[in-house]
């Protein structure tokens, strides 16, 4: 028997070591292809960019994984109960791996075969950090080894707030948010330190099966996953039983998923910000950088900026008819899906599609598009409203036909957009449809260069085509200023007289070219100020002729109109193509005396360590950071910006353009308690309408016209259709602020001269207007006129009159349109 037995317990000791060696031999293998752990201390997870206005408002989020990085110190503790209750309670105690929650595993794994219900896991947190960082989620008894044998080592190496931080901002909690910080944005849109119990023990119960708890498709399972883990929160003493029981009373609370930027009207502004910071970071960089971005967006302009706009095309659009309805529905059965699925101007929020139902002479009656929820069910109810002949007449006038009342116009089943005329009780709705027509505005700071507001069409979910910095059109008229400030600096006053009678220019291919005033008129000599505030063609040219197109061109490349501008007559009209974020970018130039600014819709990007990466603001100020006042004097910004223009040629010119609002071509449609200067266009045919103005402290453009050119109609000038715009948009925009005076520069002199003829007004002289003249110049002794000798002698040489591609069209159509 003892031999036996001895025999035995060596067979034992030999199948011990066997397995030991086979064991070790097994960890020794798998433990050779294991990820370096270190990588840890070196987490970058992807991590959301967040765009903000110039008032520190969200305005829009770029990522791939909607994620924000949140210290551990930053994770209040109610929120980290949670997910320990949840995930792993003896975090804190064990080394790793949780032996006795392994054990409890296993035994209720035992009992639940043959059950048909799933295994239990007892992953620790630490493990779950090691598969999601490191391994595979393959479901293998080699990756549950390598996860085991990495959570001892993680353990070693990083402190239990390190883990656990790791591991709440890494995980996935559903709707594309990851990490506890996203997350509570997500599902409740609150900062983490604002969760409350019940609001954490929901984000605790995520991680186990986001999909499972969604709380739009699986209400009553979340509720009772939540419910569960508050139970584990009272029980593991992290929460009283009373702060428990009222926290199982809450309702989930989960917010409705939210889509697009957070600030209305800031989609085009948005959009923009976010091409210019990938091509100057590059895609990864926007969408996994984390990167703070500062803004020079102001919210409020840019409501302003976008009702002025929208309103301007509307009422150019409803002048010209109705075309017809969005689509059209049965109505014999409930229209309500049907409708909710026809997409609406979801940045035109005070417009609602509606479907026709009935149409009487007097008023149609309307069924408005029902709402959708979260999971995407339509709502059941159906809310009427009524369209009254009133509020739709505009409309009588469709397809070249004049109706008399609205059943002439629509009938049932008709979709159209409609806008509540009344308050919020009210069922009264104006007929309305997206205007063909569209226009870019910008407006900017002049003297920094930021751009406050930016419109890029009428819509941006009809057409996301950025019109203010991607439409590159002819500016038309609203060019000319910059061939006067190139007069003003090279020997020319305003009150230099010009001959504006008949010319033509014939080039070397035979054909003629004949500028002319807009509508014909003219004749006759006028001062250099009359040319501009009337937008004399025939003037314009004259002069771009005496000076020699290679300097206007200078002039204009110097102010940033465009890179490389033809030297051609043609050219001075404005026949060439730029933006209308160039156009306000150049007119900021003469707004602020000549001082060169970079034109910006960015003030700061910080990286996601709040480490500053740009900033636009060039500007010195050595002495703004002191600790304390000591009797010094105020600091002084230093002023850095390179001097592109004189000063006194800015207020010159500035001077003239208060003309055009005065007496010129915009005479009537500027009404603003400040002073105000400003620069009608017209381009061709009347394809293009602009307007570009400014007060001492704002700069604003804006063109109208149709995406594909075409005519605008007669009468379709800068002044009659961009000029009211800008005034709306002005109006609204220095409703609050003191009237402001453009500053004359030290050292000119003002002198009365004759409005005809340039020359010093006599005393009481009822033509009489005050000039600015620079040190050295005044009026003139005597009436001389340039261009006064033969016409075709005054224009240009040949070789200037190269064409390139827009001014060719300009003078293959005559530029007689140009104003």
């Known amino acids: 028997m003892v031999r036996l037995i001895g025999y035995f317990f060596g067979l034992g000791c030999i199948l011990f070591l066997l397995v030991a060696a086979a064991a070790g031999i097994y960890l020794s293998v798998v433990s050779k292809d294991l990820p370096d752990y270190e990588v ?105 080894i390598k996860e085991a044998i990495l959570s001892f080592r993680i353990e070693q190496a990083y402190s239990k707030d390190k883990i656990l931080e790791l591991y709440l901002n890494e995980i996935y909690f559903g709707l594309n948010s990851y990490g506890i910080a996203g997350a509570a944005l997500t599902y409740f849109d609150k900062s983490v330190n604002e969760l409350t119990i019940a609001e954490s023990a929901y984000l605790a119960s995520l991680p186990k099966g986001p999909s499972n708890y969604n709380p739009f498709r699986h209400p009553e399972a979340a509720m009772t996953r939540r419910n569960w883990v508050i139970d584990r929160m009272v029980e593991n003493g992290y929460v009283s039983q009373s702060d428990g029981d009222e926290a199982k009373k809450q309702p989930l609370g989960v917010v409705p998923p939210k889509s697009g930027p957070s600030l209305a009207a800031s989609d085009f502004f948005a959009e923009e910000v976010r091409r210019q910071l990938i091509d100057q970071y590059g895609e990864k960089a926007l969408y996994e950088g984390g990167l703070s971005v500062r803004t020079s967006f102001d919210p409020q302009l840019q409501l302003e900026a976008r009702k002025a706009l929208q309103d301007g095309l509307i009422d150019y659009d409803e002048r010209r008819g109705y075309r017809g309805p969005v689509k059209h529905l049965a109505t014999a059965q409930d229209w309500g899906p049907e409708l909710a699925k026809i997409p609406a101007l979801s940045d035109v929020p005070e417009w609602q599609l509606a479907i026709v139902l009935s149409v009487s002479d007097q008023a149609v009656d309307i069924g408005l598009q029902p709402g959708v929820d979260a999971a995407g069910k339509v709502a059941a109810e159906r809310k009427r409203g009524t369209i009254a002949a009133a509020d739709m007449r505009w409309a009588f006038r469709t397809g ?32 309305r449809q997206p205007p063909k027509v569209q226009g870019g505005l910008v407006a900017m700071d002049p003297h920094t260069g930021r751009v406050l507001a930016m419109v890029g069409g009428f819509s941006y979910a009809q057409s996301e085509f950025n019109r203010a910095t991607q439409a590159k059109r002819q500016p038309g008229s609203s060019f000319k200023p910059f061939v006067y400030a190139a007069a003003m600096d090279n ?48 003037m314009t040219v004259r002069l771009a002729s005496d000076m020699g197109m290679p300097l206007v061109a200078e002039y204009a490349e110097r102010f940033g109109i465009y890179d490389r501008m033809n030297p051609v007559l043609a050219m001075s009209l404005g026949a060439g193509e730029t933006t209308v974020l160039r156009m306000v970018s150049a007119y900021s130039v003469i707004a602020n005396g000549g001082k060169q600014i970079k034109p910006t819709l960015i003030d700061r990007i910080q990286d996601r360590y709040g480490a ?25 910004i230093a002023d850095n910006r390179e001097q592109v223009l004189d000063p006194m040629t800015a207020y010159q010119v500035t001077s003239m353009m208060q003309g055009v609002v005065l007496r010129g071509t915009a005479a009537g449609k500027i009404k603003l308690n400040t002073d105000v200067a400003g620069k009608t266009g017209t381009t061709n045919d009347e394809k293009d309408a602009w307007f570009v103005g400014y007060t001492p402290s704002l700069v604003a453009g804006l063109y109208i016209g149709y995406d594909t050119p075409s005519s605008l109609g007669r009468g379709g000038t800068g002044g009659s259709l961009a000029a009211p715009i800008f005034n709306e948009f002005m109006q609204a925009a220095t409703k609050d602020q003191p009237p402001q005076k453009f500053q004359v520069p030290a050292g000119m002199t003002m002198i009365a001269v004759n409005r005809a003829t340039g020359m010093a007004a006599q005393q009481g002289d009822p033509n009489a207007i005050m000039e600015a003249f620079k040190p050295g110049t005044g009026p003139a002794t005597s009436f001389q006129v340039i261009g006064g000798g033969d016409a075709a002698a005054q224009v240009a040489p040949e070789e200037i009159l190269r064409t390139s591609p827009q001014a060719n069209q300009a003078v293959t159509s005559g530029a007689g349109g140009l104003f």
């Open 40 to 144: 840890l201390a070196k987490y970058a997870p992807p991590v959301t960019t967040r765009i903000h206005a110039g008032n520190g408002a969200l305005m829009k989020e770029y990522s791939r994984e909607n994620r924000l990085f949140v210290p551990i110190q930053a994770i209040p503790d109610r929120v980290k109960a949670g997910f320990l209750s949840a995930e792993d309670k003896n975090f804190y105690n064990h080394p790793g791996v949780d032996v006795g929650g392994l054990m409890r595993a296993i035994a209720v794994n035992l009992q639940n075969i043959g059950s048909g219900r799933r295994f239990v896991g007892a992953s620790t947190i630490t493990q779950q950090v090691a598969k999601n960082f490191l391994l595979s989620s393959d479901q293998t008894f080699d990756r549950k």
């Open 400 to 431: 070249g036909k004049t109706a008399k009342s609205p059943s002439g116009v629509l009938e049932p089943g008709d979709v159209v957009f409609v806008q509540k005329t009344g308050g919020d009780d009210s069922s009264s709705y104006r007929l």
């Open 491 to 538: 020997g020319y006053t305003p009150a230099s007289v010009i001959l504006d009678d008949p010319l033509q220019i014939t080039l070397s291919n035979g054909q003629v070219w004949k500028p002319e005033n807009y509508e014909g008129e003219g004749g006759g000599a006028h001062t250099l100020r009359f040319a501009i505030e009337h937008s004399r063609n025939l």
């Open 612 to 636: 500053t990466i740009f900033k636009h603001e060039e500007r010195v100020c050595e002495a703004c950071n002191v600790s304390e006042w000591k009797n010094q004097d105020e600091p002084v």
